[in-house]
């Protein structure tokens, strides 16, 4: 295996660190290697004395038996996924093999053909890594235990960089060296084999357990997707096909009964009356995904969800074995404390398991630190907050003026650059618009804030550093990316009150009324929000991971040390992105049916984005394990149990189901199967006579009581029979779906039973094996003292014949 240090030149100090520190490497059996070119590079071959004395020491499982377990049934129609399929020796680059811990004292027990290509080159990186972050730079006589370790040197400027080497070239396969890198970059990193599955024990080969994991979870993500995004795709077809069957929408075009229909002013001063088959247009976008195949829809992803994550957990735990991580605990090398804690952190106290002094916050500063913490936190979700609310005045004020310019008559229609543009499409588009750059801006300096804070509270391991900046970095990202959309969906609209009485924003004083949602409702507004907000993240992600590499790189002729770091949160920002992906698809689908589709063609184009760049554009990375996704798992979970309550929500406050069916089962006048009068019965009377106006009333979206009644404009008894079935709905769909989704989890166990059996073998067969390799071992022994006991008699014997 070789790594690379690279340095320039250095002051006397640090070089002096430098030599005590190679010089530790060579006594730990580490072989090195200078190169001087633009920059001096230290190359580290570990020889295979090393490699062996170190897998021992981490307990790394190597093979020692064939794996003898029949393979299972040949799945039927097998020959269908042949165009899928990549060459064996790219899918399965080694047999299966039964494996124990490595013990050097027992290196006959294990199946060691070739000592060169034993240990895969992922083993061999991660254990020269191990000796790297382990060895100290102080002289024999000095112990100083704190002055240990690359990422103290590469702190304090003794070295520039760290990293393993690559193989050869990605575009060519050469014979001097190992050429996983090439058959990556062919079978996997190149967007022509976007329809291919991914060489996953090729992946874990070259780079490791962890980020194998992550494109095995990537991966098995989009193919869950193709599932929904067909059944989101039938859904709106089907609003499609039922377009012109609505009738609904038909009586708001109709100009004998939308034309005639006179709708109150849509702002104080400047907007005068207009009719409601204006609208037309609105109300015919939103029947495309607010009608009955979204109720279905809406509970289709709940259960969904559910089995994504039930038939994760079993591919996982598949993974976990063939990648010998059943018994996995977390490496010492992230329980270890951070460097940074170290420096920071100047009392000592006596740990209580090893009896020796280490570094320690005390709990003063601790407290101030987290205080520190959560009030920077407070503050740009406030930031956030504020910036929501910008929006929603610049909605309110546009929204106001746009409509000023409708003429001011009775007739007027509400139009705008044409019959296509309403002032609610208008507005609801550049308000989407403006707060997805605010997003990206916000996003930008709280990358910086969420890792200065996170430092700031000095986390002891790296692992819990990892966590806690996940923590902070999702809640913002969360708050970030849904607030403008919780808004649309659960706000807008619910607070407006009635001609002559309508609620102000901030108060009466500054006329500014609260928005109100179009004759068709507010969910096609939503759906406008979700569209723009999740299609321009996947858009602008995919040129910053594509590009950006591309331009840094452009101008560099080394061919590893000026590739692009792939840094600490290489991985974090990976995850971040599709888990914000993951909630866009599921807290609002039951807005956007077409949600999955989007995020399925992302997603085929961000395998392929992200293999292109570990391959070609990035250094390579340390490799490390992980039996799972970490902490992206609970939070999949938290989300996957928020959206069937936010669905269950949309469905009933912010799409015109409930109030339809109401209307359709309860007070149509004729008793009939239909929805005549629907429109009319929906909206309230205002009366305008003593305004100076040649029209007596006009309409407004409410279920009031007309002018003239002992209980004028208080609601209707009709508004509390839709309150409560929307209640009812709510409970209906929560349990329904809750029920589904527990049964589904109960019923598929989260280990196959294949694997199950397999663990269980591999446990058997090492028990068996060693004990049988002991027994051997003694009789060896015992036939070797008697031999040599046989000798030391012989000359007696022969003196007494």
């Given amino acids: 295996m070789c790594a690379c240090v690279c340095m320039y030149f250095v002051a006397y100090s640090l070089q002096e660190r430098r030599r005590e520190f190679e010089a530790n490497l060579q006594k730990a059996g580490l072989m090195l290697e200078t190169q001087d070119k633009w920059t001096y590079y230290l190359k580290i071959h570990a020889p295979w004395e090393v490699l062996a004395t170190y897998a021992d020491v981490l307990k790394i499982k190597v093979p020692f038996k064939a794996d003898d377990i029949p393979k299972g049934r040949d799945v039927p129609l ?8 990549l ?78 080497l690559h193989d050869c070239s990605y575009w060519k396969e050469a014979k001097e060296c190992e050429s996983e890198r090439y058959h990556l970059y062919k079978h996997w990193a190149r967007f022509l084999s976007f329809y291919k599955e991914q060489p996953l024990n090729l992946i874990r080969k070259y780079y490791g357990e962890k980020i194998g994991i992550y494109f095995a979870w990537l991966g098995f993500y989009t193919e869950m997707l193709f599932l929904s995004a067909i059944v989101g795709v039938i859904c709106f077809v089907y609003g499609l096909l039922t377009f012109g069957n609505n009738m609904t929408s038909k009586e708001i075009c109709d100009p004998d009964i939308g034309g005639k229909i006179i709708m109150c002013p849509l702002c104080d001063k400047k907007c005068s009356y207009w009719k409601l088959n204006s609208s037309c247009l609105s109300s015919l976008q939103s029947h495309m995904f607010d009608n009955e195949g979204t109720v279905f829809f809406a509970m289709f992803m709940g259960i969904w969800v559910t089995m994504f994550l039930e ?21 010492q090398q992230q329980l270890q404390i951070r460097p940074e804690f170290e420096l920071k952190c100047t009392g000592r106290r006596r740990n209580r398991i090893t009896q020796e002094m280490e570094p320690y916050l005390p709990l003063t500063s601790k407290c101030a630190r987290f205080c520190v913490s959560g009030a920077t936190v407070l503050f740009w979700t406030c930031m ?22 409708m003429k001011d008559s009775p007739t007027s229609k509400i139009q705008l650059l044409g019959p296509l543009i309403t002032p609610q499409l208008a507005t609801s588009i550049t308000a989407s618009c403006i707060n997805f750059a605010i997003i990206l801006v916000l996003n930008f300096f709280y990358e910086y804030v969420a890792i200065w804070i996170t430092d700031m509270e000095i986390p002891k391991t790296h692992l819990e550093y990892e966590n806690k900046l996940t923590m902070k970095m999702f809640m913002f990202q969360f708050v970030n990316y849904y607030s403008s959309c919780f808004y649309v969906a659960f706000f807008k609209g619910k607070f407006v009150g009635y001609p002559g009485k309508y609620s102000y924003m901030f108060g009466n004083w500054t006329k500014l009324r609260n928005e109100e949602c179009a004759p068709g409702g507010c969910l096609i507004e939503l759906t406008t929000q979700l ?69 399925l063609f992302n997603n085929i184009l961000e395998v392929r984005v992200d293999a292109w ?47 339809r069916l109401v209307y359709l089962y309860a007070y149509q006048p004729v008793h009939e199967a239909s929805m005549t009068g629907y429109i009319n019965n929906s909206l309230s009377i205002y009366e305008i006579t003593k305004i100076p106006m040649h029209v007596n009333y006009c309409r407004y979206r409410d279920y009031r009581y007309p002018p003239g009644h002992e209980r004028e404009y208080s609601h209707t008894m009709q508004f509390w029979h839709i309150l ?70 012989a000359p007696f014997f022969e003196q007494l014949a």
């Fill in 531 to 599: 569209v723009i907000v999740m299609a321009g993240k996947q858009l602008v992600g995919n040129v910053q991971e594509a590009l950006l590499p591309l331009l840094k790189n452009w101008c560099r002729w080394e061919q590893d040390h000026d590739l692009q770091s792939f840094g600490q949160f290489g991985l974090f920002y990976e995850y971040l992105e599709m888990v914000i992906q993951f909630g866009f698809i599921t807290l609002f689908v039951a807005s956007f049916p077409l949600a999955p589709l989007l995020a």
């Fill in 384 to 405: 956030i907050v504020a910036c929501v609310i910008g929006v929603i005045v610049y909605r309110l004020a546009v929204y106001a003026a746009i409509a000023s310019l």
């Fill in 311 to 331: 038939l994760w957990k079993r591919r996982q735990a598949r993974l976990e074995y063939e990648w010998d991580l059943v018994d996995f605990e977390e490496e």
């Fill in 78 to 85: 097998a020959w269908l996924t042949c165009p899928f399929r």
């Fill in 613 to 659: 760049k570990f391959t070609t554009q990035f250094r390579r990375p340390v490799a490390a394990k992980a039996r799972n996704i970490g902490a992206w798992e609970e939070i999949l979970n938290v989300m996957a149990i928020l959206s069937v309550v936010t669905n269950a929500f949309i469905m009933a406050f912010t799409s015109d189901m409930i109030p």
């Fill in 724 to 793: 409560a079935a929307k209640m009812a709905f709510i409970i209906i769909m929560e349990h329904v779906v809750f029920v589904v989704k527990f049964s589904v989890a109960w019923l598929i166990p989260d280990v196959p039973s294949d694997v199950k059996a397999r663990i269980k073998r591999e446990r058997y067969l090492v028990q068996e094996y060693l004990h049988h390799y002991e027994v051997e071992k003694l009789k060896m022994q015992l036939r070797e003292r008697c031999g040599r006991r046989e000798a030391w008699l």
């Fill in 87 to 164: 060459p064996p020796h790219i899918m399965k680059p080694e047999p299966n093999y039964f494996t124990a811990p490595f013990d050097k004292s027992k290196v006959d027990f294990f199946l060691i053909g070739n000592q060169e290509t034993f240990f895969p080159p992922s083993t061999r990186n991660r254990i020269v890594y191990y000796i790297l972050t382990r060895c100290p730079y102080y002289k024999e006589d000095r112990k100083e235990k704190d002055k240990t370790g690359i990422k103290r040197l590469l702190n304090n400027g003794t070295y520039t960089s760290a990293y393993p």
